[in-house]
């Protein structure tokens, strides 16, 4: 089945500070990708996706994120985070059987908290 | 446009008790999706339907049930409540495009006492 790591569970980073949070898949074959976050009490709002083409691919608020087929990753990165950064961020894989759209799995999620 | 909404926000159930958990969207979008949230263990898929009359099992799915009658609603039953459901329960749903991601709800709360 397929799975998704997100080896940083908690990261603590100081406002200006680059953020680079990893995630890794098990499924060989086609995936989308995403990156999700929920800010503190709310719902999960997309941040940017994969789908083909451009490996890195930018998404809202100056994240990006880098789509590498050969290690299974899909790693977000900010070049310089803010204190309104924080919050929870999940990975997540749609796989494909047979050409036909599969279900999105997640990741564990990893807490950012940003100090000002 | 209201898209994904769910209802109740908050529910406190007591230990064998039934309730149907209420998801509507009115984007027409095909793929509707219910989540767990806990502490620690992210999103766990626990139903999911590709279209009307159409749902199978996700990661979770003993001690819930779903129908899809409609595009629009995907309810998730809980039909004797444990304590162990205590969770943030997430409605998602999405078009059948490949690259498209999911548009979450407000979520509910519920607590199994």
């Known amino acids: 089945a397929q799975s998704v790591s997100q080896h940083n569970h908690h990261v603590i980073l100081s406002e200006a500070a680059s953020l680079e949070l990893g995630c890794n898949y098990s499924?060989?074959?086609?995936?989308?990708l995403f990156w999700y976050v929920q800010y503190p009490g709310q719902h999960l709002q997309l941040l940017l996706k994969?789908?083909?083409?451009?490996?890195l691919v930018k998404g809202i608020k100056g994240f990006e994120a880098e789509f590498i087929k050969s290690k299974f990753s899909f790693n977000l990165r900010k070049p310089s985070v803010q204190w309104s950064d924080t919050a929870e961020y999940f990975c997540?894989?749609?796989?494909?059987?047979?050409?036909?759209?599969?279900?999105?799995?997640f990741g564990t999620g990893t807490l950012l908290a940003v100090q000002p | 446009n209201a898209g994904v909404t769910q209802t109740p926000k908050f529910q406190v159930l007591k230990t064998g008790q039934s309730m149907t958990l209420q998801c509507a969207q009115d984007m027409n979008h095909e793929y509707m999706s219910w989540y767990r949230q806990d502490p620690g263990m992210g999103l766990r898929l626990i139903h999911y339907s590709v279209g009307a009359g159409i749902t199978d099992q996700g990661e979770v799915p003993n001690g819930y049930n779903v129908s899809r009658s409609t595009t629009e609603d995907f309810p998730l039953r809980l039909l004797s409540a444990a304590p162990s459901q205590t969770s943030v329960y997430f409605c998602?749903?999405?078009?059948?495009?490949?690259?498209?991601?999911?548009?979450f709800g407000s979520g509910t709360r519920l607590t199994v006492v």
């Open positions: 997540a894989v749609k796989q494909y059987y047979g050409g036909a759209t599969n279900k999105l799995i």
């Open positions: 499924y060989g074959g086609t995936v989308n």
């Open positions: 994969y789908f083909s083409g451009d490996p």
């Open positions: 998602a749903s999405s078009i059948r495009d490949r690259g498209s991601g999911y548009t």
